[in-house]
T-cell receptor
């Protein structure tokens, strides 16, 4: 069972570069989420989607964009990376209103 | 908005002993779910246990159990017979239920680092 798969697992970017993180789930979940995890801060919601073609802002959306063109995929984009975006990024999916299932995380460093 | 507070940044327990991790939350919702997630050094987020607010009975999963005090908005995790493999970060999390009108993700506490002493 693949569950939730994130690509890549590690990445180093230079300030100002762009990149896209890919999340894929094979559980037919309607809801998908992107979180970031910083030391001492827990996980904070960046953006989420309640279905194909829909997205919404979470707690910390600035500097990120997302797209959900297919039900199984949820993309997180950084148009112009900044050092403040150095973090571990988690994708999750779920049926909504209950627990979420997480990917393995992506460690992103912006230098 | 909901908030989740974990007041213990770090806890330490002897192997085979029992430890309790604290979590309090604040919400105006009546329909919600609470969770404990475990994050070992591998970074994977693993669901340990969940509690539905409308259920008065405390959830249990093998050595893991919760003490859910709805009026006090408290949700503590008890780990019995602690094992070395229990060493990890533990996160308490909240989500609104279906009647809350949205599935806008989990709100997490800042975590408790659990150390198991052999």
């Amino acid at each position: 069972n693949a569950g939730v798969t994130q690509t890549p697992k590690f990445r180093v970017l230079k300030t100002g570069q762009s990149m896209t993180l890919l999340c894929a789930q094979d559980m037919n979940h309607e809801y998908m989420y992107w979180y970031r995890q910083d030391p001492g801060m827990g996980l904070r919601l960046i953006h989420y989607s309640v279905g194909e073609g829909t997205t919404a802002k979470g707690e910390v959306p600035d500097g990120y964009n997302v797209s959900r063109l297919k039900k199984q995929n949820f993309l997180l984009g950084l148009e112009s990376a900044a050092p403040s975006q150095t973090s571990v990024y988690f994708c999750a999916s779920g049926q909504g209103y209950t627990e979420a299932f997480f990917g393995q995380g992506t460690r992103l460093t912006v230098v | 908005a909901q908030t989740v507070t974990q007041s213990q940044p770090e806890m330490s327990v002897q192997e085979a002993e029992t430890v309790t991790l604290s979590c309090t939350y604040d919400t105006s919702e009546s329909d919600y779910y609470l969770f404990w997630y475990k994050q070992p050094p591998s970074r994977q987020m693993i669901l340990v246990i969940r509690q539905e607010a409308y259920k008065q009975q405390n959830a249990t999963e093998n050595r893991f159990s919760v003490n859910f005090q709805k009026a006090a908005k408290s949700f503590s995790l008890k780990i019995s017979d602690s094992q070395l493999g229990d060493a990890a970060m533990y996160f308490c999390a909240f989500t609104k239920g279906r009647s809350g009108g949205g599935a806008d993700g989990l709100t997490f506490g800042k975590g408790t680092h659990l150390i198991i002493q052999p």
